[in-house]
């Protein structure tokens, strides 16, 4: 069975700072492209950031230089710091794995960032 178990959010000053973590349990970790997606109330879905197997970055440019993603294979771990963070990164943060085999979601973990 696959796990993927967001932690780490919760409401924060703007200017203040998060850790996301997303611990995977059923899926090949090493094997699994890992990615930090959000939803905010009313919007799509959107990428925020991206890590690959080889551990290569992307980052969407309303977070680059504040958001920093990385992945620890020997715990099946992939973390989001969120610096600096502002009220319109307010949202829903959700994990993603993806390799050739399957993709799959976490449940999300709410990020609030009051003004």
């Known amino acids: 069975q696959v796990q993927l178990v967001e932690s780490g959010g919760g409401l924060v000053q703007a200017g203040g700072s998060l850790r996301l973590s997303c611990a995977a349990s059923g899926i090949i970790f090493s094997d699994s492209a890992m990615g930090w997606y959000r939803q905010a109330p009313g919007k799509q879905r959107e990428s925020v950031a991206v890590i690959s197997v080889g551990g290569g970055t992307d980052y969407a440019d309303s977070v680059k230089g504040r958001f920093t993603i990385s992945r620890d294979n020997t715990k099946n771990t992939v973390y989001l710091q969120m610096n600096s963070l502002k009220p319109e990164d307010t949202a829903v943060y959700y994990c993603?794995?993806?390799?050739?085999?399957?993709?799959?979601w976490g449940q999300g973990t709410q990020v609030t960032v009051s003004s």
């Open positions: 993603k794995s993806e390799s050739f085999r399957r993709t799959d």
